[in-house]
């Protein structure tokens, strides 16, 4: 349980981080489109002031009579040379003009598109516009910005345009960075919780590996006492039936019991598989499960619905215990007061797969539940350890390459567990036996 829990939280924390440094990335890269943007603006103005400066005819006809001054005075031998120079300094102010014409109007000093249009709605002039200019492209740049109005002429004759402008490259490249930038952390830390599950299930396989390999090495010893103990007790108690019926018992319980050890020793290992019927296996599991009933101290009725002629490529042993579990589970699930008890077994066939139903009257399992009961760790039993249908579930899909999953399930009305395995084609007794021989 306590895995389950540091796995959620990791999770949460990875999620919560992402969403953070996605947050911050969006305000910070909002900040920066915001900064350029006012810059874009004043460079935008700037060059609309300049548009204005140029067309101003009252500039053009200062430098023209100022010129024709200063030609007038040199012809002057009486006029000093330093009035006739204060003159021609005058006039030299008239590169200004030249600067700015060739540094801010034709110079490719801003990257932001942008155009003129006259009172008519007319686009008189485009700059860095690699879009058709119509009236769809005025709309998008007017709903971007406000158009900027500049006056050209003089007082008498002057005429009124707009300049309209966009966003440059760089303001649009800035708006799609977040999402590129959030899409390269999703995919690291997509690649890291990957790999903290791949480590965490190998961890887990070493875990149940090194855990089965110590039971079966301990169940190994007192297993060999009991067989002796048993045998001292026949010959002790010779010709007493009902001492020979309690060895008989015994016996058959720690033969059992080293069919569990060697189970044990085969998780871990490639488990052999061969092509069988399912039906004796599953009579032999419900025949023991049905024997242990009164144990349990419950009147539970096993029904079972078994297509014989079923088979599929199985590990008896291990599918026999995987069987056992699920069973287990489906009896426990049953409260000892129940009046109409019954677990049912059901094996068939539909096509290419083979369905295997195990159906309680249980209690059912709620829905916020039914994605944890695989987990090892997770149980509801008082003493329960958590690891039953987890194992059941390592030998179905890991070892079998099947699926095992909670087919229906309802509050008070039961649970049905279903296991898919692919189906074989039907194989003649005596090939059958021959394979299960050879193998």
Not at 172 to 189: E, M, V
Not at 349 to 358: A, G, L, P, Q, Y
């Amino acid at each position: 349980m306590k895995i389950r829990l540091t796995s959620n939280r990791i999770n949460i924390v990875l999620i919560g981080l992402l969403i953070l440094l996605g947050i911050g990335s969006f305000a910070y890269n909002q900040y920066l489109i915001n900064r350029i943007l006012t810059q874009e603006q004043s460079g935008v103005e700037l060059w609309a002031k300049g548009i204005e400066y140029t067309s101003d005819p009252m500039q053009e006809e200062i430098s023209r009579k100022l010129l024709e001054a200063s030609h007038y005075l040199r012809q002057q031998g009486a006029v000093p040379d330093s009035i006739v120079a204060l003159i021609e300094q005058a006039e030299s102010d008239r590169t200004s003009q030249t600067f700015v014409t060739q540094e801010i109007l034709m110079g490719d000093r801003f990257q932001v598109p942008r155009i003129i249009v006259d009172q008519n709605g007319e686009i008189l002039f485009a700059k860095n516009v690699d879009v058709p200019q119509n009236q769809e492209l005025i709309d998008r740049y007017s709903a971007m910005h406000d158009p900027i109005e500049i006056t050209l002429g003089g007082d008498q004759y002057s005429q009124k345009q707009y300049v309209y402008y966009g966003e440059s490259p760089t303001v649009r490249y800035l708006r799609y960075f977040p999402y590129i930038q959030l899409s390269l952390l999703a995919l690291l830390l997509g690649i890291g919780f990957v790999s903290y599950r791949v480590i965490s299930k190998s961890e887990k396989s070493n875990l149940w590996v090194g855990m089965t390999k110590e039971a079966a090495h301990q169940l190994g010893t007192p297993l060999s006492s009991l067989y002796g103990w048993v045998e001292l007790l026949r010959e002790e108690k010779a010709g007493d039936e009902f001492t020979e019926h309690i060895c008989d018992e015994l016996e058959n319980d720690i033969t059992r019991l080293r069919d569990v050890a060697d189970r044990f020793n085969k998780i871990g290992s490639e488990p052999e598989l061969t092509q069988q019927k399912l039906k004796p296996i599953l009579d032999e599991v419900v025949n023991y499960m049905e024997q242990r009933l009164p144990q349990l101290g419950k009147n539970v009725e096993v029904k079972r619905e078994i297509d014989s002629g079923v088979q599929a490529r199985v590990n008896s042993d291990l599918f026999q215990w995987a069987m056992e579990n699920l069973i287990k589970n489906a009896m426990d699930a049953i409260k000892s007061n129940t009046t109409s008890a019954e677990v049912s077994v059901k094996l068939q066939r539909v096509e290419n797969e083979v369905f295997i139903d195990v159906k309680d009257s249980g209690v059912g399992i709620e829905k916020k539940f039914q994605g944890e009961i695989f987990k090892p760790g997770y149980s509801t039993k008082k003493r329960g350890w958590g690891l039953g249908l987890s194992l059941t579930q390592r030998i179905i899909e890991e070892y079998h390459n099947g699926k095992l999953m909670i087919h229906e399930s309802e509050l008070g009305s039961g649970t049905t567990m279903r296991i898919v395995l692919k189906a074989e084609e039907p194989v003649p007794e005596k090939q059958l036996a021959e394979a299960q021989e050879s193998n």
